[in-house]
């Protein structure tokens, strides 16, 4: 019984729980995150970012325990999202709609692949270096190359592509397709996923706007998730609107949450 149980047992049972918990960092992250974002729009601030979020987490009181745990649940979170683009999970195909999606992987995999990076720097400058692991360094260095004008018009198309890809996926409640949940739990997954994949979306096209005019104008300026909520808290009512955001935010932290619990991975079709 013992030989049959061990033959049976293939990557795929280890992988599964490696890519809930990538689900569920990226939630810790974007809750974190919306706790930035709410509290800079009562003091009328900008919020942070995406490193703000890992930096809190990482030099947290907790930090010897969640920072290692942080870095292995964002690197089965890479890994998945590349199981998905390379062999097709989920079925996109290759027609180029479907093409452009798996490239979107790609892209979330690279981005998060950064943050793990991050987030390995900031960890190991606090634990095993004198420096004093600002991280500073590695983030600057790793996206020095996106002022470059031609670059950044690339990445406005791109950014442009994801934010309408997340809008029309809750619009047409496409992530239905990959959950597996209760009609009742079902319910407070739609609420979730459509706010919060709806505020992402908006974001992706604020920065590929900023991206767009950083490109246009050739002035080797950066556009990232900082860049974006400082252009939202200009706005008219950006107060309200900064913390709208925030609020999404907020909702796509408990979708991720639900995909770590709830969502298919069905890496048996890799």
Same mark, same amino acid.
């Given at each position: ?117 991050? $987030? =390995?720097? *900031?960890?190991?400058? #606090?634990?095993?270096?004198? &420096? %004093?692991?600002? +991280?500073? @360094?590695? /983030? ?67 920065? $590929? =706007?900023? *991206?767009?005019?950083? #490109?246009?104008?050739?002035? &080797? %300026?950066?556009? +990232?998730? @900082?860049? /974006? ?42």
């Amino acid at each position: 019984m013992a030989d049959t149980m061990t033959a049976d047992t293939t990557w795929h049972d280890w992988f599964k729980p490696f890519a809930r918990l990538g689900y569920g960092a990226r939630g810790l992250v974007y809750l974190v995150l919306a706790f930035f974002i709410v509290s800079a729009a009562l003091t009328t601030g900008s919020g942070g970012d995406s490193k703000d979020a890992i930096r809190f987490i990482t030099q947290s009181t907790a930090s010897a325990i969640m920072a290692p745990l942080l870095i292995v649940s964002l690197a089965g979170y890479c890994l998945w999202r590349l199981v998905q683009a390379v062999f097709d999970t989920d079925d996109h195909g290759i027609h180029p709609f479907g093409l452009a999606v798996r490239a979107g992987l790609i892209g979330s995999a690279a981005s998060y692949a950064f943050l793990m990076a991050y $987030a =390995f720097s *900031l960890w190991w400058g #606090g634990n095993f270096s004198s &420096g %004093g692991g600002s +991280g500073g @360094g590695f /983030a600057e260095t790793a996206a020095s190359f996106i002022g470059a004008g031609p670059v950044s018009l690339a990445l406005s198309a791109i950014f442009a592509i994801v934010g309408g890809a997340h809008i029309w996926k809750a619009i047409s409640r496409k992530y239905r397709d990959h959950i597996k949940a209760s009609p009742m739990v079902g319910k407070w997954i739609d609420l979730a996923a459509i706010g919060g994949l709806c505020a992402r979306g908006v974001i992706f096209l604020v920065i $590929a =706007f900023l *991206l767009l005019r950083h #490109g246009l104008q050739a002035d &080797g %300026g950066r556009a +990232g998730l @900082g860049d /974006a909520l400082d252009f939202i808290a200009g706005l008219p009512f950006g107060v309200w609107l900064l913390a709208a955001t925030g609020a999404g935010f907020f909702l796509f932290s408990v979708y991720s949450f639900a995909e770590a619990i709830w969502r298919r991975i069905n890496v048996e079709n890799a």
